[in-house]
Each structure stands twice: as C-alpha cells, then as structure tokens.
C-alpha cells in the first residue's frame, strides 16, 4: 500500500473530527455560558511498541491519533437580563452545583428559586455555597439580592455566599453535559472574579469567525479526500497492469 494513501487516510480522520468539534461550537453560538471546544492531536507511530518488529518509518507507520479535546475558557461578553436571579460571573471561577451524579460547575448563571425557597439551576438542581449546602430564602419575603463576591441577601438579612470555585487548568475540565463540567481531581486556583446580577455570560463561540473555520475545514476534508481517491485510482490501474502482464 502506498504509504501517501495512510497519510491521505490520518488527515481525513483528523479533520473529521475538526469539522465535529466547530460544528458543535457553531451550534452553541447562542448558548449561554457556552466555552468553545478546541480539537488538539498528536502523532503516534503504530510500529513502535507493537512487538511485531514492523518497520519504525515515519512514511509508512507515522499516522495522526486523536488525542483530546480543550475547553477555550475566554471571557464572554454580558447581556443585561433584569432578571434578580440572572448571574454573570466576570473571571476565572464558576458555580457550583449539586447533582444526581455529583457535584459540577458552571459557568451558566440561570438560576431559580425552589417551592421550599432553595437557590438552584433552571432544572432543580441546587447551587451551593461555602459551607456545601443549598442556599435558602423566602419566596414570599422579596427580591434577593447578590453582591459582587457571592453573598446573597434578602431584606438586608444574608443567607449565604455561593460557592464560586476556580481551577489551575480549566481547560482541562471534561464536559458532563448541561453546560456544566466535572471538577473531580482538578487543582484548584485563587478566585479573580465578580458576580454581576441580572446579567448572563453570553456563549464565547465567534460565529463569523467559526463559520471560517467550518469553510476551511470543509475545503481541507476534500483536499485530502482527493488524494485519497487518486491513490486509491492509481493501485488499482497499477494492479489490473501487474496481473495482465504476469500473464
């Protein structure tokens, strides 16, 4: 097999899973809180460690593996809501939300107030604060307010601070849905951050600049699926010539 072809193959693999990655940025272009994923790969030999004392050439056995994906952790731009219970967080730290499946964070500041008076997402899930628990008002005492450090108040009586939690390499966090990620093992870092009430973080994907993305994603796909086919053209003319000529 001409080793162009495995080349030609790698590269189609990758941008594959380039093109998955920014169309699922592109979809989330109006998502609030949404971080961009960003597609990152390593080279890898197939040969090296195999056992099988196959050949270390680079031509022929070097190919592109997918190695992860990272969370561009940049800061959205604002949009003034009106809403009290509408958080946007300037900085480095998230919430902390209490689910089914353990704690996560989020950078998505939708939150609610219970039946039994508890701060929590848009789905029920509680928000924290400092001391681990679900924060607690009175829906029939008024409007909460939230200062810029996470305390909540209500007619001047505080209820508690939220849980804001900051990582070394928060690109690093892995994605468990809703908006929100698994801190488990993740190195915490000082909080650089403010809470601003009745704004949202708005979704940091650049949509214009994404669509370009996509367009030379897409061109790339075809380049590479080209070279594919002209090889794959070329082995098979090869081999009708080989065969007719052994007879």
Excluded at 90 to 119: H, M, S, Y
Excluded at 151 to 171: M, N
Excluded at 210 to 232: C, D, G, Q
Aim: glycine share 10%.
């Amino acid at each position: 097999m001409d080793s162009g072809y495995y080349v030609a193959a790698g590269s189609l693999k990758a941008r594959s899973f380039q093109l998955d990655v920014v169309a699922n940025n592109l979809a989330n272009a109006a998502t609030v809180g949404y971080k961009p994923d960003q597609a990152f790969f390593a080279v890898f030999n197939k040969a090296e460690g195999s056992g099988r004392r196959l050949p270390l050439s680079g031509h022929l056995n070097d190919g592109v593996v997918f190695a992860e994906t990272g969370v561009v952790t940049e800061q959205g731009s604002l949009r003034a809501t009106g809403r009290p219970l509408d958080l946007a967080i300037e900085g480095n730290a998230f919430l902390t939300i209490k689910t089914p499946a353990g704690v996560r964070v989020t950078r998505d500041g939708r939150l609610q107030l219970g039946k039994d008076g508890q701060l929590q997402a848009m789905d029920g899930n509680p928000a924290l604060g400092k001391n681990g628990q679900p924060i607690l008002a009175d829906p029939k005492n008024g409007n909460i307010s939230i200062s810029a450090d996470g305390t909540v108040s209500q007619k001047e009586q505080v209820l508690g601070q939220l849980d804001l939690k900051a990582f070394e390499k928060a690109g690093s966090l892995k994605r468990t849905g809703a908006l929100r990620f698994d801190p488990a093992g993740a190195a915490e870092a000082p909080i650089k951050a403010t809470v601003t009430q009745g704004h949202l973080e708005q979704s940091g994907v650049d949509a214009a600049s994404t669509m370009v993305e996509m367009i030379r994603l897409n061109r790339l796909y075809e380049l590479s699926l080209k070279v594919a086919s002209t090889i794959s053209n070329d082995l098979d003319a090869r081999s009708i010539n080989d065969i007719a000529m052994s007879r």
